[in-house]
């Protein structure tokens, strides 16, 4: 029951309904460098940021304002002025050069995401993504309107990096997968889990299995040359064969389609599985009562916006690999964003 206090000034409210406020400080901080700015050296004031970043002063001076008000940029007052330097948190998430950077995660919030949350209201309402109003692209063919440009795959597949190097390891550890020698990663992207996997498994092979382009993209900037235990596969996993395997890992791959097309894809990867193989599934899980966590029922409200899929809870993933053929299904949680489900043949 809401206090007394709750209903004559209900905070919690105000706060929901600015909170893009909040997104969007953030974003800009980001987007024009402001913690790669005071990385290094001294405390800065808003008049040497501005100068550096070539933007107004009073425009500056409001920005690192609000970011120490979040919490993102420290100040303290010399000689009259304020100084401004970065957090330990920001100096290792919000900057380009870290190796734990979200910067390109904030980026693809700000530049993609955002625009098609303008359109909410219609997906709800339609029931499907929102891809056509948002950037002028048909929405029939999915990763056609996700990939609709090289510099828009590009931003994608740095997403997913950032993603992986925060969440990866718990992922590819909650169970051990040093029995599968062979691992095949469909939608394997920039390949950061495929680096993960050879890291943490040194025995095991890892082959990146995505579209041409995405291949192409992955060895020209993501994957080195010298990761000798990764390899690519070009081809589209619903329609060109899967090469046989011990492990098929689908990393948020699932939560992209719709039922009938996730077990169509399931079905697919247990015939081409080796006995005793399985597949690992990797995706952010509801609780089975969709009470929470409130994380992924806000990405399932993403997956209408942007995908023909949705967020799942534990037993209806677990349901899907079971009608595929997979047995001895376990769900491990991780206690981050991203769980993992894995199921034996």
């Not at 993504?129 to 795959?153: H, I, P, W």
């Not at 966590?293 to 967020?311: A, F, H, K």
Request: net charge negative.
């Amino acid at each position: 029951m809401n206090s007394v206090s709750e209903i004559e000034y209900p905070r919690k409210i105000l706060d929901y309904m600015e909170g893009f406020l909040v997104s969007k400080t953030l974003f800009a901080a980001c987007e024009l460098g402001v913690f790669d700015f005071l990385q290094a050296g001294p405390p800065r004031s808003a008049a040497e940021v501005a100068g550096g970043l070539k933007t107004s002063v009073d425009g500056m001076e409001r920005l690192l304002a609000a970011c120490v008000g979040l919490q993102l940029l420290h100040a303290h007052t010399q000689n009259g002025e304020a100084l401004y330097s970065n957090t330990e948190l920001s100096n290792i998430y919000l900057t380009r050069t870290s190796p734990k950077s979200l910067y390109h995660s904030i980026q693809y919030n700000s530049q993609t995401i955002y625009l098609c949350w303008h359109y909410l209201t219609d997906a709800v309402r339609e029931g499907r993504n929102q891809n056509e109003k948002a950037f002028g692209v048909s929405s029939c063919d999915l990763f056609d309107a996700l990939y609709r440009s090289d510099e828009e795959m590009r931003k994608f597949m740095q997403l997913m990096n950032s993603v992986w190097n925060i969440c990866g390891r718990d992922v590819v550890t909650a169970f051990d997968l040093s029995p599968f020698k062979t691992i095949y990663d469909l939608g394997g992207c920039s390949g950061a889990l495929a680096k993960l996997c050879v890291r943490e498994y040194p025995e095991s092979m890892v082959t990146i299995f995505d579209l041409p382009k995405v291949v192409h993209t992955a060895r020209e900037h993501f994957v080195s040359s010298e990761e000798r235990r990764i390899s690519f596969h070009e081809g589209d996993f619903f329609k060109d064969p899967l090469p046989e395997a011990d492990l098929y890992i689908l990393a948020r791959i699932l939560h992209d389609w719709t039922n009938t097309r996730s077990l169509e894809l399931l079905t697919k990867v247990y015939r081409a599985c080796k006995p005793g193989g399985g597949v690992l599934l990797i995706e952010a899980l509801l609780n089975e009562d969709r009470s929470g966590p409130l994380t992924t029922q806000l990405y399932s409200l993403n997956m209408l916006v942007q995908t023909e899929g949705r967020e799942r809870t534990p037993s209806e993933y677990i349901g899907l690999m079971a009608t595929a053929g997979f047995t001895d299904i376990r769900v491990q949680r991780t206690g981050k964003i991203y769980d993992a489900i894995l199921g034996r043949k």
